[in-house]
């Protein structure tokens, strides 16, 4: 899709810089969810050799557990040097820091230069060589939904602003719980305030008192 505007390269930028965020949490999640489970598995060997010294327990069955655990511990450790969690993280980082620099100029412009357009491309080639297409397809089209919802929320808000400056009754509503409350500004704006001023024994006092 061309882009004619500053705008559309902004929101186009900031989807796929998003893109990039959402698959480097996939990323660290999974990453983390590997040496939790190598972790988890390391103390429960310990555990059981502890167990196994305290009751003397000395069974063929008892001495093959410890092993099996290792054995899957060490083939879990494999899986995540062959998966390469670390590189494959910087390499979108990279990415990522790289839009995001792109990003910043792009919103210092009023109008879309060679210069720009350069750089643009070169976002769009740092995304192509981060992931693969089906992990493109995934991430974009979470980042796309998002960037919506975002500016569904902000539009939402700034309509309110208007019509608490208008002194309009506002409609709040939760989303997580569905649930609405309706607040009328018209009168807190009407009432006037009453003035005070300072007395010699620091008690404020009305104007019509004095």
């Known amino acids: 899709m061309i882009k004619d505007s500053i705008d559309e390269v902004v929101n186009d930028l900031k989807s796929k810089r998003d893109a990039l965020q959402l698959a480097h949490q996939q990323l660290k999640n999974d990453s983390d969810d590997w040496n939790k489970f190598i972790i988890i598995l390391s ?3 310990g555990g059981l050799e502890s167990i196994k010294m305290k009751l003397h327990l000395d069974g063929p069955g008892w001495a093959l557990v410890p092993i099996l655990l290792s054995s899957i511990i060490a083939a879990c450790s ?4 062959f998966r390469n969690f670390p590189q494959r993280m910087e390499t979108i980082i990279n990415a990522s820091g790289l839009i995001t ?8 412009r009023s109008v879309i230069d060679d210069e720009l357009l350069h750089e643009y491309n070169d976002a769009l080639t740092h995304l192509e060589t981060s992931l693969y297409p089906d992990q493109r397809k995934v991430f974009l089209k979470q980042s796309h939904q998002n960037l919506i919802k975002i ?4 539009q939402r808000y700034y309509d309110l602003i ?9 409609q709040l509503s ?6 609405s409350s309706e607040i009328d500004t018209s009168e807190a704006r009407k009432r006037p305030l009453t003035p005070i001023v300072e007395t010699t024994d620091d008690k ?7």
């Open 174 to 179: 939760d989303d997580s719980s569905n649930s």
């Open 101 to 108: 620099n792109i990003l910043g100029k792009a919103r210092n």
């Open 78 to 81: 494999a899986l995540i040097k």
């Open 151 to 154: 500016m569904e929320q902000e």
């Open 43 to 45: 103390l429960a060997t």
């Open 162 to 170: 208007i019509k608490v400056n208008n002194h309009e009754p506002i």
């Open 204 to 210: 404020p006092v009305p104007l019509d008192e004095l």
